[in-house]
């Protein structure tokens, strides 16, 4: 039954770095947390279609099977995991490597992963052809898709900064560890509207408090 949801959702092409600025979702089940989309923009992201170089496996054959690759396309890495009966599916896939990826997103213990459903070696030309379609993609849409992925920063380095209000605040510099994806002069930017916009304030230089 879960499958077959998984199949009514798009798998949106993407390259990796744009997935990486998204926002987990979470959804509470039956007073649980669960991961329930990623939030890029206005989509609500379950499903993608990845091109990757793998630069790292890794397998466990033991009573407990697992297996994982890093996928690295150029604008940033996400990991692969299967787990039990489905690592049977892609053990033969090794570093080095050039793969089309359509699987389900993923996001547990801070970490955004994906489920694969399907791996299927590519032609490394396929690399470019995917990087060219994605800028078409945000040419055509203009400053719309731009727009989505500065709100996706901006909410997370919100949240980040909400989730540390018991502790007096956060500082900048952890800010930037955390949100290593982007670059420091993003993050400080957006730092800096949400402090003109009164969001946010600076108890001292260097350390973010939430206003509420």
Do not use: C
């Amino acid at each position: 039954m879960a499958e077959q949801q998984f199949k009514r959702n798009t798998a949106y092409k993407f390259r990796i770095g744009d997935i990486l600025i998204g926002k987990p979702v979470m959804n509470s089940v039956s007073g649980t947390e669960r991961f329930g989309f990623l939030e890029l923009g206005d989509k609500k992201i379950v499903r993608v279609n990845v091109i990757g170089n793998i630069v790292d496996k890794y397998e466990s054959l033991g009573e407990t099977k697992y297996v994982s690759f890093t996928v690295d396309d150029g604008s940033g890495q996400i990991r692969l995991k299967a787990f039990g009966d489905e690592t049977e599916k892609f053990k033969n896939f090794v570093q080095g490597q050039t793969v089309v990826v359509i699987g389900v997103v993923r996001y547990w213990n801070s970490e955004l992963y994906i489920s694969p459903e399907i791996i299927k070696e590519m032609n490394p030309k396929y690399l470019l052809i995917r990087k060219l379609e994605t800028e078409k993609e945000k040419a055509v849409s203009g400053s719309s898709m731009e727009k989505e992925q500065i709100t996706a920063i901006k909410d997370r380095i919100l949240d980040m900064i909400k989730d540390a209000e018991e502790e007096g605040g956060v500082e900048t510099e952890k800010l930037i560890m955390k949100l290593q994806e982007f670059s420091p002069a993003i993050i400080n930017k957006e730092i800096q509207k949400l402090l003109e916009e009164g969001i946010v304030f600076e108890p001292r230089p260097g350390k973010i408090r939430y206003l509420g």
